[in-house]
């Protein structure tokens, strides 16, 4: 039996902080891929939503799709969904035979999968028939459904609400539902799409806790939200996405290697005049030219030259090579280039969290374009 | 080892049978308070048509025997199947797409045995409307004419069942393009009542010897007609030689009996057709 099966029964929250802090202690994951996207592209029309994205997701793995709304998050999770079919390439999910199959065989050898897509909606009945329903036509044991019905509501706060309609419920509540129902049969895959959408902050603390109940009960957990922040913690590994793109898929430590450590903010007392601007750039950029971080430079076209300013914050950014000696070097060239008709008043690494500016970065650096998926 | 084949095979086909079953089941629970709305219009048509213009009214003679007097309760069935059958089987596929619901069940349940289990579970909803009907009507017909009930009537029943398959076959396809529920039913309802009766009127009057075999209104005469004891079996007895302006046109009583169950076995097998085909196709 797989170790992802086993402890569905032990899916018990009661203690808050009991989860809500702790460092998680998974089941080491394996490499055993439980499904792959081959250059997965859907277009509508001449719009290209997802545009040949891959990514491989391993057993027990969490893996994040993190992008901005409209980026392709939604449209992926729904062809995974089988809700709309992919323009070109495939989607090959682990079957029970322990092999990838595509999703176009037969659904009955597939894995068992939960999802929670979009907003969810739910038909006009009580929160038990509701889950009675999804549970029986999903074999789940018929002798088990009450008391798992029970400890997932209870678990969500809604046990109060458990023979009440569902219409009556509100958005938070109906999206406590909505994950509630994709973690019913005990899946060996959940795919979430901003399980946190619409939740209070103390439901979405309580939404995170049983993310990480799920992870180490070893669940491969594939979660897509515009809120890296959110589900930042809970990843092991991050994709992300914009323009139907993905700009970027490593653990978060890869990531942030690549970013955090290259970066400076050099914050000005007083703003430079327009006509000062392009000429100090110049001079900046000539003198920084040893220490500039060459990776952005073949990135992206807004740092060629290592140096940003920035008019309504006043200050420059800067994009150099990491090293901690380059970082004094800078220092002085900045002191010595504006000393004479302005201050530095701070000079630091950026102070917002790290995967943000990352997610920020890397959006910033991808082109805009119109329409989402 | 052949008792464990058995079991493999009883396995499988308990799994794919079970969404089929639990669905319908759901459906039946979901559409219960329609189903009981429905059934009340129902019934109260019968008491306020085939039982208080007898009882209230001393001279309105009741028709001769009880085959006449059902086939005139049985004029109001038709309205009956048209509105339950919009209301029963318009959100069939249409809703899942409209509130977006399908992932709920993927990758257990395919799309297609959720949609059978809503359509036998909306299909048993509306044969249990229809049969509160015949049975009040029946128990009218014992109260006014005495037992037993007329064999004919039966028949009549089964014709019925076959006409709600029919309809509700009908209104499905239009669930399978639709963009929400009451569009789905304004549109069918238009259609059953107003653009079917326009085509039999044109078709009538451009070829007034031709017999609208296509026609569901024609077919749906079967229901009430087969009570009719000496059922014609001749072409020139199904049908009225009626003048108007200088104009003689046919006014169609029955099909015949096998041609009546063709064109409501042909509707229902093309319309599911066609509606799984759309389906299949249609995306979220």
């Not at chain 1, 509630?180 to 899946?187: G, K, M, N, R």
């Amino acid at each position: 039996m797989s170790k992802t099966t086993m402890e569905s029964d032990k899916l018990e929250m009661k203690s808050e902080e009991k989860t809500l802090i702790e460092p998680i202690e998974k089941p080491e994951t394996g490499l055993k891929t439980v499904m792959r996207l081959e250059n997965l592209t859907k277009k509508f029309g001449s719009f290209v939503a997802v545009d040949k994205i891959n990514i491989e997701v391993h057993e027990g793995e969490t893996i994040g799709l993190v992008g901005p709304n409209g980026a392709g998050k939604t449209t992926t999770i729904k062809m995974i969904a089988k809700l709309i079919r992919p323009t070109s390439g495939e989607i090959l999910v682990l079957n029970k035979a322990g092999e990838l199959q595509s999703l176009n065989g037969n659904d009955k050898d597939l894995v068992k999968f939960g999802f929670l897509i979009d907003q969810p909606f739910f038909y006009d009945m009580s929160a038990n028939q509701i889950l009675r329903y999804f549970a029986r036509s999903q074999n789940y044991p018929k002798e088990k459904i009450n008391a798992r019905i029970d400890e997932l509501l209870t678990l969500f706060k809604l046990i109060d609400w458990k023979h009440e309609k569902v219409r009556t419920f509100s958005k938070g509540m109906r999206q406590k539902m909505g994950i509630i129902q994709s973690i019913l049969v005990d899946p060996q895959i959940i795919i979430l799409d901003e399980p946190q959408t619409g939740l209070d902050p103390k439901a979405r603390i309580e939404v995170r806790a049983t993310l990480r109940e799920l992870q180490r009960q070893g669940k491969t957990i594939f979660v897509a939200s515009h809120m890296l922040h959110e589900i930042s913690e809970l990843c092991d590994k991050i994709a992300l996405i914009n323009n139907g793109r993905i700009i970027a898929f490593d653990t978060i430590e890869n990531l942030e290697k690549n970013l955090k450590d290259k970066e400076l903010n050099c914050q000005l007392l007083y703003p430079i005049t327009p006509n000062n601007l392009e000429g100090t750039i110049n001079r900046l950029n000539e003198k920084l030219v040893p220490y500039v971080n060459h990776d952005m430079e073949e990135s992206t076209a807004d740092h060629d030259h290592g140096v940003k300013y920035n008019l309504e914050k006043q200050s420059f950014k800067i994009y150099y090579d990491g090293k901690k000696e380059s970082r004094g070097e800078i220092l002085e060239i900045f002191m010595s280039e504006l000393k004479s008709n302005n201050k530095i008043i701070s000079f630091s690494q950026p102070k917002t969290s790290k995967l943000e500016q990352i997610y920020l970065e890397m959006i910033q650096m991808d082109e805009p374009r119109e329409g989402g998926g | 080892m052949q008792i464990l084949e058995k079991k493999e095979k009883f396995d499988y086909l308990y799994l794919a049978v079970l969404p089929v079953v639990t669905t319908y089941i759901f459906e039946l629970k979901k559409q219960w308070k329609k189903f009981v709305i429905f059934s009340l219009i129902a019934v109260s048509f019968i008491i306020l048509l085939s039982y208080l213009p007898y009882a209230l009214i001393p001279d309105n003679p009741l028709p001769d025997t009880q085959a006449d007097y059902f086939q005139s309760g049985l004029n109001f069935l038709i309205m009956i199947v048209i509105f339950g059958s919009c209301f029963f089987f318009s959100g069939i596929i249409c809703y899942e797409y409209d509130k977006k619901t399908g992932y709920i069940t993927f990758p257990i349940i395919n799309k297609y045995k959720l949609v059978t289990g809503k359509f036998l579970g909306a299909l048993t909803l509306l044969i249990g409307v229809i049969a509160a009907f015949y049975i009040a009507l029946g128990v009218l017909g014992i109260y006014w004419y005495g037992g037993p009930i007329n064999y004919r009537y039966y028949y009549s029943f089964g014709i019925a069942i076959l006409y709600v398959l029919a309809v509700g076959s009908f209104v499905t396809v239009f669930s399978s393009f639709m963009q929400n529920v009451n569009m789905t039913i304004v549109s069918t309802i238009m259609i059953l009542l107003i653009a079917n009766m326009i085509i039999d009127s044109l078709v009538m009057l451009l070829y007034p010897e031709f017999e609208p075999i296509y026609s569901l209104n024609h077919a749906s005469d079967l229901i009430s007609y087969i009570l009719v004891e000496d059922f014609p079996t001749k072409l020139e007895d199904r049908y009225e030689e009626v003048e108007f302006r200088n104009f003689t046109r046919r006014r169609w009583l029955t099909p015949t009996i096998v041609g009546g169950i063709t064109v409501f076995l042909l509707y229902t097998t093309i319309c599911l057709v066609v509606a799984a085909i759309i389906f299949k196709r249609r995306q979220l």
